[in-house]
């Protein structure tokens, strides 16, 4: 929405009332393939939304916007976006050694970092259905 001028969701409202909505990238419409630029430009946008329109609806934590980037869009495909049993095995594994931090980081403030941080010299593999295709 933001490359095509559209308006900026009110993703956290949607959510929050039992709303299925899930994250993709769409080149016609952006500007980009990255799901992870996706997550950082909805965690973006969203701020924006919050600061400069609706206080209302709060910005999209790093969490939710994770969630629509893996389970909320893979729910629209059936069992994809998860790792738990049952699911398709469709994966992305990262290298962040690029990306020198002077602290031990957690985990997730790896994952997070990548998100705002990474390009795609990070990806090292790619898996769908189970079969590697990088």
Same mark, same amino acid.
């Given at each position: 929405n933001i490359n095509l001028s559209s308006g900026v969701a009110p993703v956290s409202r949607f959510l #929050?009332?039992?709303? /299925?909505? *899930? $994250?993709a990238t769409d080149v016609a419409g952006g500007s980009h393939e990255?799901? $992870?630029r996706a997550m950082m430009h909805a965690i973006q946008a969203s701020k924006l939304r919050?600061? $400069? %329109? #609706? =206080?209302e609806v709060k910005p999209l934590? +790093?969490?939710?916007? +994770? %969630?629509?980037?893996?389970? *909320?869009g893979g729910a629209f495909f059936g069992n994809v976006?998860? +790792? $738990?049993? *049952?699911y398709e095995f469709d994966a992305v594994v990262l290298d #962040?050694?690029?990306l020198d931090h002077? =602290?031990?980081?957690s985990v997730r403030a790896r994952l997070e970092r990548l998100v705002y941080l990474a390009d795609e010299r990070c990806v090292r593999e /790619? %898996?769908?259905? *189970?079969? /590697?295709?990088l």
């Open positions: #929050d009332n039992g709303l /299925k909505v *899930g $994250l990255s799901i $992870l919050w600061r $400069l %329109y #609706d =206080q934590p +790093f969490e939710r916007a +994770f %969630y629509l980037a893996t389970m *909320g976006g998860s +790792f $738990l049993e *049952g #962040d050694a690029s002077p =602290q031990e980081l /790619k %898996y769908v259905a *189970g079969e /590697k295709v």
